[in-house]
């Protein structure tokens, strides 16, 4: 259940991510670390410190070497570093997404 949710939110991100007039994959890629600098400064409503350790924490499990399931166990140890890593690209996708029409016009995003 919780794999098909992964699933459907990963395709939900493509679809907004090709979706015409939105911004495109490459965008949305190099607004990332504008968005992060902007949200830590203050300047960025739409992220909150909340979100920014959620996402840091996403990225501390993919790279740390101790899991939830051991990477040993052949094909399940892999699975929960592949689900952690596929919320983490949809989050960032999204909420990078959001930045750029922010950044177009401030106004006109309601968050």
Known sequence: MVK??????????YR????PGSPGLGARLRAVP?????????????LTKGK??????AV????SPID???????GLGVVDDFGVFLWLATALL???????EWERDPRATSR
């Open 4 to 13: 098909a949710g992964r699933a459907a939110a990963t395709w939900r991100a």
């Open 16 to 19: 907004e991510v090709s979706k």
């Open 34 to 46: 504008r968005m992060l600098r902007a949200a830590v400064k203050g300047d960025y409503p739409g």
């Open 52 to 57: 920014i350790a959620m996402l840091g924490m």
């Open 60 to 63: 501390a499990y993919i790279v």
């Open 68 to 74: 939830v399931v051991p990477d040993f166990l052949l």
């Open 94 to 100: 999204g909420e990078s997404g959001q930045y750029v």
